[in-house]
């Protein structure tokens, strides 16, 4: 981290900033030029508060050389990392494919859904039991019932299983969870973030609707800061001017943080797009450009679904996707 001091600081002025930086615990290199005088700060300068320093007197800018977080960051840990979930790999070298529906619905629909895209060859079964939903009148999920039968589907299929959750006073209704997504809305949520960072379970952590690479990054800090290594990205696109497409699928998020961190990332073309017919060609396009794995929303019937029906795929639709993906995982040395 680089301290600029405004230009007529005297060297006593910086003096008393060296030592208040030394209390602190940071070694520095300070360097006294004709026009104006440089703090650099050596180490870990993650829990640095650029904000206070820029709130002293002296103080002309700041500016970081290494990103504000650690555990996420590739730089202190260069291997990808790679989850072992129920016997299911994530990360590096695999293709996991996550596949359900938006939201829990019923038994039937569970275990049809569920066998259906077992069959089709899905790693992992989705389904909201606890639903963020624009308008409070509409479906909000059914709740424990709703963690119940996905557990129910799970015995009946091996499937592990990947549920949302809104609120950390309802972890104790997780204990059996495999996987605990946290949405979009929830990005940011950080009380929620902190008490995830204590839990004993992989987390996937959606983009928030406009958030940036670096804000996400940060958010999964938060999870390890806590002492929970298992942190999956999913992109979900952003909000963008463009209106075609639900949301903007950012792409290039894929090989961004895969360069900037060694946790594994999945892209949801689903969501991203709000329309079926986009989600195979988007859904190769995430293999192509180095994602870990997709999570695609699957209904036995979407013209009755209680929620996101528009742009979940039929059980057959999502077979023939999986016919494609499986094809070009096989070229790309990916495992699904
Ligand atoms: C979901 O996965 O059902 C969901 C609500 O997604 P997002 O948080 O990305 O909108
Ligand atoms: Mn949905």
New binding site residues.
């Given amino acids: 981290m680089i301290i600029i001091l405004k230009q007529n600081t005297t060297t006593q002025q910086a003096h008393t900033l060296l030592e208040e930086l030394e209390q602190q615990g940071f070694k520095h290199h300070f360097s006294e030029g004709e026009h104006s005088m440089i703090i650099g700060l050596i180490g870990d300068t993650s829990q640095v508060d650029m904000q206070q320093l820029l709130a002293h007197d002296m103080v002309e800018d700041v500016k970081r050389v290494s990103e504000p977080y650690k555990r996420a960051n590739r730089k202190f840990n260069p291997d990808d990392s790679i989850f072992d979930i129920c016997g299911r790999l994530v990360g590096e070298g695999n293709f996991s494919v996550i596949a359900g529906p ?1 939201s829990v619905e019923s038994e039937e629909q569970m275990i049809e859904v569920a066998e259906a895209v077992k069959k089709s060859g899905a790693t992992f079964l989705r389904g ?1 039991a606890f ?2 939903r624009t308008s409070p009148y509409a479906f909000q999920g059914l709740h424990g019932e709703g963690i119940r039968l996905l557990l129910e589907a799970k015995r009946a299929t091996g499937l592990p299983i990947v549920t ?1 959750i809104m609120n950390q006073h309802h972890l104790d209704l997780f204990n059996d969870v495999d996987v605990i ?1 946290v ?3 929830n990005m940011q949520n950080f009380e929620l973030l902190k008490e995830l960072g204590h839990c004993n379970k992989p987390i996937l952590l ?1 983009r928030g609707l406009a958030n940036t690479i670096e804000e996400w990054l940060m958010s999964a800090e938060y999870i390890m800061a806590g002492g929970n290594e298992r942190v999956i990205f999913c992109e ?1 696109g952003i909000r963008t001017y463009e209106t075609f497409t639900r949301n903007t699928l950012d792409l290039s998020a894929i090989p961004a943080l895969k360069r900037l961190s060694h946790l594994p990332v999945i892209v ?1 073309p689903s ?1 991203a797009t709000g329309l079926p017919w986009m989600v195979e060609p988007l859904a190769k396009a995430a293999l192509a450009v180095g994602a870990d794995g997709v999570m695609i929303e699957v209904h036995n019937n979407p013209k009755k679904a209680l929620c ?1 029906g528009a742009q979940s795929l039929t059980p057959e639709q999502f077979d023939a996707v999986m016919k494609k993906v499986t094809a070009l995982a096989a070229f790309e040395n990916k495992k699904i």
């Fill in positions: 938006c909201g639903k963020p949302e997504q949405g979009a809305r959606k979900r949801d969501h996101d």
